[in-house]
């Protein structure tokens, strides 16, 4: 159980193209999904927590509108990198917390994002 | 804010030898500390967690202890294998907000 993927596993992109990442849970609803950024042997860096059916919460730092989020369903949210550059190449990482009252996370399989 | 602190960053151990990755947090009323350990290119996994009610709590090679007072807590790995190298994150939350560690870097020689 508490299974989440994530979809493509790895993408590569002109830069100035847009590029949708999507995270579900596969097992059960998650009433919460985070987005993390992960750079080359350093640790998670949270990006925004998304709520389903609500606007996401963006980290300092980190750009609403170039990182949209949607969290349109209770397994579902994309993150929409949008007119993507090199320096957005990275490793995205979505996780789920489930709707029961756990405060668990539950990680996806990461999604290798290379921007030419 | 809550402030991880792990160590080591790096540790290597013979194959079947122990391996201990310690933690401290700064915020008393975190109340959930989970360990994850990511694999090269993959998500992290959840491998052990333990709840502030709790001071140990074991499964099979792995267990993680909690001092609450001091404001830390350990993954102890037992009888290591080669399939237990990867990078190991420490965490402490409260609620949905999660604060993670800097990781440490296993190797296990064999």
């Known amino acids: 159980g508490a299974v989440v993927s994530q979809h493509p596993s790895r993408v590569i992109c002109k830069s100035g193209t847009s590029v949708k990442i999507e995270c579900r849970s596969l097992d059960f609803q998650a009433t919460t999904m985070f987005w993390y950024r992960q750079f080359p042997k350093q640790s998670l860096m949270l990006m925004a927590t998304?709520?389903?059916?609500?606007?996401?919460?963006?980290e300092q730092g980190v750009e609403k509108d170039k990182f949209l989020i949607n969290h349109a369903s209770l397994t579902l949210s994309t993150l929409t990198v949008t007119s993507a550059h090199p320096e957005d190449s990275s490793f995205y990482i979505c996780?789920?917390?489930?709707?029961?009252?756990?405060?668990?996370?539950?990680f996806g399989p990461g999604t290798r994002l290379t921007v030419l | 804010g809550e402030n991880v602190e792990q160590h080591p960053s790096t540790l290597s151990v013979q194959e079947g030898d122990s391996a201990v990755i310690k933690c401290t947090y700064s915020?008393?009323?975190?109340?959930?500390f989970p360990w994850y350990k990511q694999e090269l290119g993959k998500g992290p996994q959840l491998i052990i967690d333990?709840?502030?009610?709790?001071g140990e709590k074991k499964d099979q090679r792995i267990a993680v202890t909690l001092n609450k007072t001091a404001k830390h807590f350990s993954l102890h790995i037992t009888e290591t294998q080669p399939e237990d190298s990867a990078v190991y994150f420490c965490a402490a939350s409260r609620g949905n907000q999660f604060y993670f560690g800097t990781g440490t870097s296993l190797t296990v020689i064999p």
């Open positions: 996780s789920a917390v489930g709707s029961g009252g756990t405060d668990t996370q539950y």
């Open positions: 998304s709520n389903e059916g609500s606007k996401a919460t963006y």
């Open positions: 915020d008393s009323a975190s109340n959930y």
């Open positions: 333990i709840r502030s009610n709790v």
